[in-house]
């Protein structure tokens, strides 16, 4: 792909990303916008007007429709992106989908599969900060081992309530109803803030319990606090606190990342970061200038639809999720949608399965003995191996409770029963009958 890549922004729902990619877009030599549209014509209207958009309207579907864009930008409100997105993936267009990508699993699940039907670029709204000045400094310290084997993170968010459009009052808009979106101040920005760290360890979310309240804005329909603790497959424990309920102007994030070797540290109100390292012979902390921490992506996504994966190129995977939906699309829509439940509960354990984690345990091999005879026999030789494998429904002792006061035996050491049919080749109907009472 040579010549402009053509972009439709759909939706200004999710203002906040869409109008600065736009403006991004119209400020490339390689990319050219297309159109804009949304609901509302005059919000198109005042946006096509900053940045120079040759066409408007109100039909979300005719963007998706002209053949001539390569990429649809959803920027709808949550509750419509999965119809925006599965049509986009069907037309062939490469996607930039807004966060989170769905309310619920099954939706994610559709987006998901018809990512992979169609073999096009998507690209989540939450991974393009990873290319933010800032982010990509603590991948290349984690990566290199500078702060040694990680153990813990821990992140804070101080915000308040968003605004429907700029300039307008901050009541939370469409974020705020619970129709519309999964959730509120906790699951509108800790998707950033779990991305990261999912990218910075290269593992996935293991376990998450946490909290959610609402402290300030006690009418709305969605939390305006929550507190989570994650747990990574490598056993690196997060702690994340997001917030609507911060006063207006009150806007902080703070991180902390700790090694074995090193601990850094940032803080959005001083602009430093602070980094502390151990065994270089200088033990104290130093104050380094921060690079800039935010970015609408726009390089990263013309590189991945100019040179895509080798699997997004192919017309299906075969129900494998391919790089271009991003591998952990399912988990972290899991993760998304249990957040409310496991609020007061035990930590939840995130499996692979898409209707949740489900184990499967087979009659274990070692517990399978041949006898003489050579058929297979399911005999437990021992209480211990019985009572490990208690779970197992289809073993035929299973469902027995063992009697700990009498010792068992193997079935080769009791006495054998008796054979009627070579007692009655032996010695006629007599000996028959003498067997039968005998095995009684």
């Not at 804009?36 to 209207?45: L, Q």
Request: aromatic content about 4%.
């Amino acid at each position: 792909m040579s010549s402009a890549v053509r972009f439709g922004v759909v939706g200004l729902d999710h203002w906040y990303s869409a109008i600065p990619l736009a403006e991004a877009i119209a400020a490339k030599d390689d990319a050219e916008l297309v159109g804009i549209a949304d609901r509302d014509i005059d919000r198109a209207k005042e946006v096509a007007a900053k940045t120079g958009s040759p066409a408007v309207t109100d039909d979300l579907h005719a963007l998706i429709a002209d053949d001539s864009i390569d990429v649809i930008a959803s920027f709808v409100s949550v509750d419509q992106n999965p119809d925006i997105v599965v049509a986009a993936a069907q037309a062939g267009k490469h996607i930039v989908s807004v966060k989170p990508l769905a309310r619920t699993l099954p939706e994610a699940d559709r987006i998901v599969d018809a990512v992979n039907a169609a073999g096009v670029v998507f690209m989540p709204g939450e991974s393009r900060s990873r290319e933010a000045a800032q982010n990509q400094l603590l991948k290349e310290w984690v990566s290199g081992g500078r702060l040694g084997r990680i153990t813990s993170a821990q992140f804070s968010l101080s915000g308040s309530l968003p605004m429907g459009w700029p300039g307008g009052d901050p009541d939370g808009g469409w974020w705020a109803d619970p129709d519309r979106a999964p959730g509120g101040g906790w699951i509108d920005h800790s998707l950033y803030q779990i991305d990261r760290m999912r990218w910075l360890l290269g593992e996935e979310v293991d376990e998450v319990s946490g909290r959610v309240a609402n402290l300030l804005h006690t009418d709305l329909g969605v939390e305006d606090y929550g507190h989570a603790i994650l747990r990574f497959g490598n056993g690196v424990m997060a702690s994340i606190e997001d917030t609507w309920s911060a006063p207006a102007g009150g806007w902080r994030i703070s991180t902390s990342i700790v090694g074995t070797q090193g601990i850094v540290y940032l803080d959005t109100t001083t602009g430093m970061i602070g980094l502390r390292e151990f065994g270089t012979g200088d033990d104290s902390w130093q104050q380094l200038p921060s690079p800039p921490d935010h970015t609408v992506g726009i390089d990263a996504i013309l590189a991945a639809v100019r040179d895509p994966p080798r699997r997004c190129r192919r017309s299906r995977t075969r129900g494998r999720t391919s790089p271009c939906a991003s591998r952990s699309t399912r988990p972290r829509a899991r993760a998304r949608c249990r957040s409310r439940s496991t609020a007061t509960a035990e930590p939840t354990r995130l499996g692979s399965h898409r209707e949740g984690h489900q184990v499967r345990t087979r009659h274990p091999r070692h517990l399978v003995r041949r006898q003489a005879g050579g058929h297979r026999s399911r005999h437990v030789p021992d209480p211990a191996g019985l009572r490990e494998h208690r779970g197992r429904r289809d073993h035929p002792r299973a469902r027995r409770p063992l009697d700990r006061g009498q010792p068992r035996t193997h079935p080769r050491d009791q006495p054998r029963r008796p054979d009627l049919r070579t007692a009655g080749r032996r010695g006629g109907r007599e000996r028959v009958r003498g067997a039968r009472r005998a095995s009684r």
